[in-house]
């Protein structure tokens, strides 16, 4: 099964030393630490867009292009692997979005996107949840990207600033926005 990924930083950044040195055993560690991380967060990036099957695609993309770039990574540095590693898929899922150009909807223009049937009666927490991934998946992409990037990934500003290549006033006005639009969201949910 491999060299499993130490759970402590000191054993990572060995790891890392070793993949940096053409460790294949290495290299597969630190895709199996990190791969659940990088497709949740493309999955919830590129929800609402109709490119959720280049999920997995997006995910080989962004390991190959890590290990590509790996020898420039610092482990002594400021950055994290997992920041890194997350940062390269943001901006792969941003990209392949810009590409497609969908256009975005408002979550005040009433359209209906929840996939909750009408025949059936889900579970409160059930619809609840439906209706959170829903509303994230319509918000504007660099806001969904800021906001799983905080909120399931637990970016710092700083970090989602420099993962999205924004100023940190402009991380910040996305994720109200972000988090404005999910709260009338569910504001609309308690009054259905």
């Given amino acids: 099964m491999g ?15 070793r993949a940096q040195a053409g460790d294949r055993a290495a290299c597969r560690a630190l895709i199996e630490r990190h791969q659940r991380a990088v497709g949740s967060l493309l999955r919830r990036v590129l929800a609402g867009s109709g490119l959720a099957a280049l999920t997995e695609d997006l995910a080989q993309e962004t390991f190959l292009r890590a290990f590509a770039a790996l020898p420039r990574f610092d482990p002594d540095g400021p950055a994290r692997l997992s920041t890194w590693l997350l940062t390269i898929a943001t901006r792969l899922a941003l990209q392949a979005i810009e590409r497609r150009r969908l256009p975005t909807t408002s979550l005040d223009d009433g359209d209906d996107h929840a996939s909750i049937d009408a025949d059936e009666l889900a579970p409160d927490r059930r619809r609840l949840g439906e209706a959170i991934a829903d509303a994230i998946g319509r918000l ?53």
Avoid: M
């Fill in 3 to 17: 060299v499993p990924l130490p759970p402590n930083p000191t054993q990572e950044r060995d790891v890392i030393l």
């Fill in 140 to 192: 504007p992409p660099p806001h969904r990207a800021a906001f799983v990037l905080r909120e399931y990934h637990g970016f710092e500003y700083a970090e989602i600033a420099a993962s999205l290549g924004i100023d940190l006033g402009t991380v910040k006005s996305r994720l109200w926005r972000a988090r404005a639009a999910l709260q009338r969201a569910l504001e609309e949910l308690a009054h259905d």
